[in-house]
């Protein structure tokens, strides 16, 4: 070895929504979602679904 040695990088990977750092990873790009967000916004999503499928004037007989 002629002195060098290998350095790692530490780049934070960032969740996009909340800011929570999810990982330590060796290349720069940063973007990313945590599960907890990911799982949030999906429950909120198929919510939507659920409500659009109900009728909106149903009787209520």
């Not at 999503?45 to 659920?50: E, G, I, K, N, T």
């Amino acid at each position: 070895m002629n002195g060098w040695t290998k350095m790692t990088l530490n780049f934070k990977i960032i969740c996009a929504w909340c800011g929570v750092v999810i990982r330590r990873d060796n290349t720069e790009d940063s973007s990313g979602m945590c599960f907890t967000c990911y799982y949030r916004i999906l429950s909120k999503h198929f919510q939507a679904q659920r409500q659009a499928d109900i009728p909106f004037h149903a009787s209520e007989r």
